[in-house]
């Protein structure tokens, strides 16, 4: 029953491995939002041709990003570990079933 466990763990693991080498060539996203509550008092000293007063009011904004690098030699080496990882997990697990 260990045998077994440990056999579908292997496989596994190789592709949760390929999975994170590929992540790291993708690109990836981020959004964010905001929200304040303006309350201001304006008064001025002396005539302005400005109007005075109280002022309450919302600001709000919103922002997406999106960064893809164009290369990165790092990102490549770690996937095409990745790769060989996933083969020699497969070989293993081929392995093992014969025994």
Do not use: C
């Not at 304006?42 to 893809?68: C, D, H, K, M, W």
């Not at 990165?72 to 079933?97: G, M, P």
């Amino acid at each position: 029953m260990t045998r077994v466990r440990g056999r579908a763990g292997g496989a596994a693991g190789g592709q949760e491995k390929l999975s994170q080498g590929r992540s790291t060539l993708l690109p990836s996203v981020n959004i964010n939002a905001n929200s304040t509550f303006n309350d201001v008092n304006v008064t001025y000293l002396g005539a302005s041709p400005f109007p005075g007063g109280n002022y309450r009011y919302n600001s709000s904004g919103v922002g997406v990003t999106l960064v893809q690098p164009l290369f990165r030699q790092q990102n490549w080496v770690a996937y095409t570990s990745s790769e060989l990882l996933v083969v020699q997990a497969e070989a293993h697990s081929s392995w093992l079933n014969r025994i």
